[in-house]
Every structure is written in structure tokens, then in C-alpha cells.
């Protein structure tokens, strides 16, 4: 056969030196056979050696496909396995890493549960200890393996390992892999696992995508740059990210690539602040503004100095002929919803339409109920789109938007749908606009030519991130509150106190106050902390507060359930209202004065300053109460901390990013930036406003007639690659 008489191509130096390999019909070295392949960095992981088509779909959940992809995963953490201490020599109180064979294991009962795995060399043995997950644990230890495992060593009467990091050794070219060096220990995810990619089997994907030729990853950096700020060539950082020499070497490596990173979205921002000062709109509103004059009139209150100041601010920008991109930041209620009204109010009166979008049903049907008369008595008709409609109704109200008849359409994501047409949509309002995905705010853009955008937040980006990351928006802040605005006064106790808090509410309430009761639902589909709502409620209604009249609304119960109980309560019918977070973004009861937040251990910073705002807006004095309930970490303790000291949103949210790191203070789109993966932005502020400096000369140097400067052509065409295939990251349509 042919398949044989190709094998028996002999090498000239002798089998056991050179190999025939009939793939690419050349002799290799022996050890060679594994680089036949060739890699390239935008070669799909799928045809890397080890992986198909199965484990191709898992990484691509974790969002990896590319060879590119795969060498910029980030280990989570390294295991220090440089040294391999000897059994017998463990010392409590230290970390180590140790390799030996099982002896033995089992499952304790005495004392605490636990299963105990007998690891022993040459020198001596030690038990290694579990006391959580340890059925799946105990199947995987047979009797004569080798592991290694790295963890901290203590004494109770015996020497022992508790939860360590184990890897099974399997054979010596896997030591050389998995030990005698600082290994990475990758992220892992569920599904990762069930597609069989373990921790160990990532490094060996990892590996071969090291494999890579140097020459494919060509430095895009100039070298000056690098000089600069003493950044690693990159392909010497890809190499040290996942095998360093030491750490503060892997932190190097991370630095330079957080900094490739930033310099790409950099890039992507920049870029769009280019083109949007490039456009042009097509509408054009009157000079005149009398009918906001009448109102501003028309309000019950007068406007404050920074609303005013806004209001003048936005209303210049829609006379400009290109579309305004403007934020409106401003703490929990000073006052954003007029504001954006008065805008819609001057779009009106250029017989533009606007449409308000807002993250739940019950904000925009308070924003809707709330303007509907008094723009009403102005002659501006307005409409409320949701999801919960009836179908007709539904069509009803999108006839009128179509042919022009509805000035201002308050909605949610409903607004979204195909069926909602606008016959002249001039002006786009996002409230809470982190809530949204890029995708959706594009969508509802893009259903007018250029409109003018304002997006409001009340979480705001801590100063010295704003300039860089949201360099392609103009920011106005809102900082003074209302007049007569009480502050609201916040102390933190530990579950064990509330019984004692159940009896002061219970004054507080003979003395006429309202209380938001919250319980946390982190995911609408998280049926756990749902039933604990609903148990609760019940507990309270019968129990607790039985002399009052408590009302419970979340995210399933129904609209016309949910609607009446909110009227009750804004109108005093019922005392307490127990919610999840649903009530956290924007809803206006100035009656309430009272907030509980329970678990109060298990929400980020932000979001209880959010819920705290709902409190302390009418004429008495607010007072929130955050319950946490054992174990409160370390963390959680600081941020409850924060959360009792302060009651400044700006200062609130940099204390926020601080202590949840930037991972996830943006990673949950809080601010609607791509993601970052490798930078962190509490960390890497330095290079910020240097990638923004490289980023404007790159951009700039085009108009410009000097010589043109290779390695900076290089880095644009690099920088536009990347560009086009993250284009769906552009954040504002
Ligand atoms: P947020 O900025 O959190 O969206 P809202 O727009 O919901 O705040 O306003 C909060 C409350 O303050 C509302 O009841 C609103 O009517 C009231 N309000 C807004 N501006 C003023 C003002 N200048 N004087 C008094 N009350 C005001
Ligand atoms: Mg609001």
C-alpha cells in the first residue's frame, strides 16, 4: 500500500534523528511531528491539534476562535510550582506544592465531614482534606496515581493540605508541562468542563497555540514605544503571560497587553467621535422656544441652577446641524426626567418626534402617567409602548406614532419591535442608559435618520476614567438637587437585629411612615430568591405586620396586579411594599420614607445607593436600613461601610470601582463599554491617556503632508484589522 511504502521513507541521519513526514513530504526531527501545523494567528482553534469541532464550540462561548483569541486568555491565577518540596520536609503554616503517589482515601465522619486523600513519596506522606465537593472529588483519586498539589500545609493533629489545587501527573512530558514551573490556572466555566476541557487540557490547547512561529506575531508596536514605557516585545509577552518566569514577570506581560487592549478601544472611540463630527442631520428644529417657556412655566417646581444650565446646553446642541450625542449624569434624583422633557418638548415644537426609552415597564409607564396632561394642556400627544399591551391596543398606538399623530412615545425595549414606526423621530432618550446593550440603543436610533441622542445615568463614571472612555460623547452633570430635598440617613445591622428592627418600624409606622421592604433577585429566572420574596411577604402580611396593609410586586406578577398595588402604596392604601429589585431604577414615591434592604451583603454598591435613592424624596427625612444576613465577606463589610458613610453617587462610585475592580463594575455593562478582558482599569489608569495620545496622533497625522512614518502605518492597519472585526462593539449605532 502506499500509505506503508511512504512510512518506509528512510531518513538519511538514521529514524531515530529525522522522520519522514508525509504531510508536507519533508524530513523532520523526531520530536518535530507536532509542528507540522502550521499556525497562524487567525487560524481557527478548531483545526488546532487536540481540539475539533466539540471543544471549538465551548471556547467559542468563552468567545475564543481564533489562535489570537487563545494566546490572549488570561491565566486566572499561577500556581508556583517551581519548587517541589519533599513530603517529609512540609512545615506547617507555609504553601507548597508536593508530588506524590495516592495511598489511600476516605470519607471522615468524625468531627467534621470530610474526605481525606493520603498522598505519599519517597520522604513521607500527608493528607490532603476536603470539606465541600468532594463526592465528585473522591471518584477521581485511585489508589497508586500521581498528583501534584499546591495549597497551604497546617497542623491539626496531623500535617495536612486543606483544598488544594490538584493536577493529576499523568506522564513525564506532562511534569514538564503542569510542573517544575510557574503554571497558569485558567478561568473554567461549566460548559468548558462537559466539552472536557479541564484546566489541564486548556494549558495543553494553550501550548500548542504557543507553538506558534514567531514570525506571525509580528510586533505592531513600535519600538520607541515600547522604550518608552518599558513594555515587553509581543511576542515575549504572550509567552510570559501564560509561562513567566517569575510574577512580577507575568504582570509585566499583562501590562503590555492590557495596553494593546486599551489601545484598541481607544481606537474604536476615537474613530467614532471622527465620523460623528462628520455628520449631518436631516431635521432642523425652529429657533423659537416658547413652548418650552410655557414648560418650564407649567412645572410645580422651579428649575435648579444645574438644570437650567443642562436644559440650555441640550437645547443648543439640537440647533447644531450635526446630531447631538450628549450624557446626562446625575444622581438619583436631582432631577434628569425634566430635563430630558424639556428637550422633547423643543422637538415637539419642531413637529419632531421623540421616543423615551426606559429599562422597566414601571418606569416608563411613571414617566408616561406623570407628562401625559401636563404636555397634554401644551397640545404635545403622548403614547406608552410596553410589552404587557393587548395586541390592538398595541397596533392602535402604533398607527398613531407612524402617521405622525403622537409627538412624545414613552416605552421600554417594546419600543424596539418592528411594528413601532416613527414618521418623524427627532430625538432619542435613554433613560438609564447602562441598562441597555449597545445593540439595543443602535436599534432604536436607527429607527430615524441621525437622530439627536441623549442618554442619562445615575451611576456615574468616576472622573478620571470619563474623559477617555467616553470620549465620543459630550457629558453635562447634574450636581445640585431640589430645594427642601431631606437627606437620607443610612445605618447597616446584622440579621440578628431584626427583631429589634421589626418593633421600630412598627413605631414608625403608627406614626404614618411607608417602608419599601427589598429582596435581592440578582436574575429574573432565579427562582430561589423569588420564593424567598414571596415567602417573606407572606410572613410579614400574617405575622409581623399584620395591624397594616402590605402590598408585593416583582418581575412576574401581573401588570394590572402590579400597577394597582404601586397606586395603593403611592397613595397611602398600603403601608409597606415588599419588592425585588425591579423598583431599583427610577421610581418616583415621594410618600415613602422607609427603605429595608435585605441581604443587603449580596448587592454591589451602586445598585444599593440606586435603591436607597427611591427613599427620602418627599418632605420627611429618608431612612434605609441594609439587613445583611452571615457570612458577610470582607468586601461585603466595606461596602456596606461605603455605603452607611457616603450618600455622594460620584464618590459612591468610584469607592465602587475600587472595591468590585473594574472587571465587573464595567464587565456587567454598567457602562455599556466593550469589555475588557486583560486591562483593569482600577490599575492601568496610567495608560489611558497614553494610549489616548497615541491614538489622536495616528488619526491626526493623516491630514498632515510630513513624511510618512512606516512603523505608525503599520500600527493604524493593525488597529483598523482589529477594528472591523469588533465593529459590533461601536457603542452608539
Ligand atoms: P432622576 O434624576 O433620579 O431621574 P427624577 O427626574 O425622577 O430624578 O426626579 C426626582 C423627583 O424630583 C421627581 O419627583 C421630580 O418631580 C422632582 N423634581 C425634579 N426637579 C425638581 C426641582 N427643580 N424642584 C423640586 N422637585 C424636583
Ligand atoms: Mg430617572
Known amino acids: 500500500m502506499f500509505h506503508s511504502y511512504t512510512k518506509q521513507i528512510l531518513s538519511p541521519l538514521g529514524n531515530n534523528i529525522f522522520l519522514y513526514n508525509n504531510d508536507i513530504d519533508k524530513f523532520v526531527p523526531k520530536n518535530y511531528s507536532k509542528r ?12 488546532l491539534k487536540g481540539v475539533g469541532p466539540r471543544r471549538a464550540a465551548a471556547l467559542a462561548g468563552i468567545d475564543i ?53 493520603i498522598i505519599g513519596d519517597e520522604s513521607g506522606y500527608v493528607a490532603l482534606i476536603w470539606f465541600a465537593g468532594y463526592k465528585y472529588l473522591e471518584k477521581m483519586f485511585n489508589k497508586g496515581d500521581i498528583y501534584a498539589a499546591t495549597g497551604p500545609v497546617s497542623y491539626f493533629q496531623q500535617l495536612q493540605m486543606a483544598h488544594p489545587e490538584i493536577e493529576r501527573i499523568e506522564d513525564v512530558q506532562d511534569q514538564l508541562i503542569h510542573t517544575g514551573r510557574i503554571v497558569p490556572v485558567y478561568p473554567s466555566t461549566a460548559e468548558l468542563k462537559e466539552s472536557g476541557i479541564s484546566g489541564r487540557t486548556m494549558r495543553q490547547i494553550i501550548n500548542r497555540a504557543l507553538e506558534i512561529d514567531s514570525n506571525e506575531i509580528g510586533d505592531y508596536l513600535p519600538k520607541r514605544y515600547l522604550d518608552e514605557y518599558n513594555f515587553l516585545p509581543l511576542q515575549k509577552a504572550l509567552r510570559s503571560i501564560h509561562y513567566p518566569d517569575n510574577i512580577e514577570n507575568a504582570e509585566q506581560a499583562r501590562k503590555r497587553l492590557a495596553f494593546d487592549e ?173 441598562r441597555f446593550g449597545v445593540k439595543q440603543r443602535g436599534q432604536l436610533i436607527s429607527k430615524g ?13 468616576p472622573r478620571t476614567l470619563a474623559l477617555t472612555l467616553y470620549g465620543d460623547l459630550d457629558i453635562s452633570s447634574i450636581k445640585t438637587v431640589p430645594k427642601g430635598r431631606q437627606t437620607t440617613k443610612t445605618v447597616w445591622r446584622m440579621a440578628s437585629a431584626r427583631a429589634d428592627m421589626y418593633d421600630f418600624l412598627k413605631t ?3 406614626g404614618g411612615d411607608q417602608i419599601f421592604i427589598i429582596y435581592p433577585l440578582v436574575e429574573k429566572s432565579d427562582k430561589l430568591d423569588l420564593q424567598a420574596a414571596e415567602d417573606e411577604y407572606k410572613n410579614l402580611k400574617t405575622n409581623i ?61 451602586s445598585q444599593l445607593h440606586q435603591l436607597r435613592g427611591r427613599v427620602g424624596r418627599g418632605e420627611k427625612k429618608g431612612l434605609t436600613i441594609a439587613v445583611a ?66 491614538v489622536s496622533q495616528l488619526l491626526s497625522d493623516e491630514s498632515d503632508n510630513k513624511e510618512p512614518d512606516i512603523e505608525l502605518i503599520k500600527l493604524k492597519k493593525f488597529l483598523e484589522k482589529r477594528s472591523s472585526e469588533r465593529i459590533e462593539l461601536t457603542r452608539f449605532g
Open 545 to 605: 405586620f399584620k395591624d397594616y396593609k402590605v402590598g408585593l410586586v416583582h418581575g412576574r406578577v401581573k401588570k394590572d396586579k402590579k400597577e394597582k398595588t404601586i397606586l395603593d402604596f403611592k397613595t397611602g392604601k398600603i403601608q409597606i411594599l415588599v419588592a425585588t429589585t425591579v423598583i431599583e431604577v427610577g421610581i418616583d414615591i415621594p410618600s415613602a420614607s422607609i427603605m429595608v434592604i435585605e441581604h443587603a451583603e449580596r448587592f454591589g454598591l
Open 65 to 117: 476562535h481564533t489562535v489570537y483569541d487563545l494566546l490572549h486568555f488570561l491565566p486566572r491565577r499561577y500556581l508556583d510550582r517551581t519548587m517541589i518540596t519533599p513530603i517529609g520536609s512540609l512545615k506547617a503554616n507555609i504553601d507548597a506544592t508536593i508530588i506524590g503517589r495516592v495511598l489511600g482515601k476516605g470519607i471522615l465522619y468524625g468531627g467534621a465531614k470530610r474526605l481525606e486523600v
Open 262 to 434: 486599551l489601545l484598541q478601544l481607544q481606537y474604536l472611540i476615537l474613530c467614532s467621535r471622527q465620523k460623528r463630527t462628520e455628520l449631518k442631520k436631516n431635521h432642523k428644529y425652529k429657533k423659537s422656544a416658547k413652548l418650552v417657556k410655557k414648560f418650564v412655566e407649567s412645572l410645580p417646581f422651579e428649575l435648579t441652577a444645574d438644570q437650567n444650565k443642562v436644559s440650555g446646553v441640550i437645547i443648543d446642541d439640537m440647533v447644531k446641524t450635526r446630531p447631538m450625542h450628549r450624557l446626562m449624569q446625575g444622581d438619583v434624583g436631582c432631577g434628569k426626567t425634566v430635563v430630558a422633557l424639556i428637550a422633547a418638548v423643543y422637538a415637539s415644537e419642531s413637529k419632531l418626534q421623540t421616543a423615551f426609552m426606559a429599562p422597566t415597564e414601571l418606569l416608563a409607564e411613571q414617566h408616561y402617567q406623570n407628562w401625559k396632561e401636563p404636555l397634554e394642556k401644551l397640545g404635545i400627544e403622548s403614547s406608552l409602548i410596553i410589552g404587557a399591551m393587548s395586541k390592538p391596543e398595541r397596533r392602535d398606538e402604533e398607527d398613531k406614532i407612524e402617521s405622525g399623530k403622537i409627538d412624545i412615545v414613552f416605552g421600554t425595549h417594546a419600543l424596539l419591535s418592528d411594528p413601532t414606526k416613527f414618521s418623524r423621530l427627532g430625538l432619542v432618550i435613554i433613560d438609564e442608559q447602562h
Open 36 to 47: 507540522v501545523q502550521t499556525i497562524k494567528l487567525n487560524s481557527e482553534v478548531q483545526y
Open 449 to 461: 435618520k441621525r437622530p439627536d441622542i441623549l442618554v442619562m445615568t445615575a451611576t456615574p463614571i
Open 629 to 694: 444576613t452571615d457570612p458577610v465577606s470582607h468586601l461585603a463589610r466595606r461596602r456596606l461601610e461605603m455605603f452607611v458613610s457616603s450618600t455622594d453617587g460620584f464618590k459612591i462610585a468610584e469607592a465602587d470601582l475600587e472595591l468590585r475592580g473594574p472587571g465587573e463594575f464595567f464587565g456587567t455593562r454598567q457602562h455599556g463599554l466593550p469589555e475588557l478582558k486583560i486591562a483593569d482599569l482600577s490599575i492601568d489608569t496610567d495608560l489611558l491617556p497614553y494610549s489616548r495620545e497615541i
Open 508 to 510: 414608625r409606622l403608627a
